[in-house]
């Protein structure tokens, strides 16, 4: 799996606001307000979301889920509209996509290779990302983000093992030799995003055939079944080990 360096490490967004006011409380559960986790619209999302759910439930909170809401822009209106009470978000994200701001020097600079792409946290500049979309979403949004939960789940460009070995690529740079003749398929997101696509024509000069943009749920299907030859995958996603991809 040929990774993409994304400063990007899991969030939850709001619910240390909304524990906070609990802190050393001697309440009973029937005094605790009911909490609404949400989660966008990909399996990760949603597992993280149940994970959060279980947690509060286990400290005596009621819980109502709303999960599989739909994209980022979708689930962050929900929780400033008071819609859902916490979500888990990734850092990379609220910069780019919510707070339309760029990538801090330090994280942006590009990887050659898998294993430098999947980068420490330091080494990838979370600390600075962090501190800017905690910052500006307590300002513009009031709304509160925890400490990191301790996993990157970086992008990555995932190709069929059969294919990548046929064409000799192992980074993203080797793709520079066919990616005029491979399609890609990846999540209107990542096709729209500075830390996505349009990173990588920026910096590697990719220019791929086509760019297909699929729902979350399709992605790794239309590369098992050969209707795309490139996608963007996540690399804490069991579907990439699962199907030979590399």
């Known amino acids: 799996m040929t990774s993409l360096k994304r400063s990007l490490l899991p969030l939850f967004a709001a619910l240390g606001l909304v524990l906070s006011s609990f802190a050393g409380a001697t309440a009973t559960a029937q005094d605790l307000p009911t909490v609404t986790v949400g989660s966008k619209d990909f399996t990760e ?38 819609d859902i009470d ?8 609220g910069l780019i996509n919510i707070l339309g701001l760029e990538l801090p020097p330090a994280s942006a600079t590009p990887s050659a290779s898998p294993a430098a792409g999947a980068a420490t946290p330091e080494a990838a500049g979370v600390d600075p990302v962090y501190e800017i979309v905690a910052a500006e979403y307590q300002s513009q949004f009031n709304l509160s983000w925890l400490q990191p939960w301790g996993f990157n789940n970086t992008y990555a460009l995932a190709l069929r093992g059969d294919q990548a070995t046929e064409l000799g690529v192992t980074t993203i740079s080797d793709l520079l030799e066919h990616d005029q003749d491979l399609v890609l398929g990846g999540t209107q997101e990542f096709l729209a995003r500075e830390d996505g696509l349009v990173g990588l024509e920026r910096v590697y000069g990719l220019e791929f055939e086509n760019a297909v943009g699929l729902d979350p749920g399709l992605v790794y299907g239309a590369i098992d079944e050969g209707d795309v030859d490139v996608i963007s ?11 030979g991809l590399t």
């Open 45 to 82: 999302q949603i597992i993280l979301a149940e994970m959060v759910a279980l947690l509060l439930e286990d400290a005596g909170y009621p819980v109502e889920r709303q999960l599989n809401l739909g994209g980022t822009v979708v689930v962050h209106e929900a929780l400033v509209n008071g």
């Open 86 to 93: 916490a979500y888990v978000e990734y850092t990379g994200t």
């Open 233 to 243: 995958a996540f690399a804490t996603d069991g579907r990439v080990p699962a199907l």
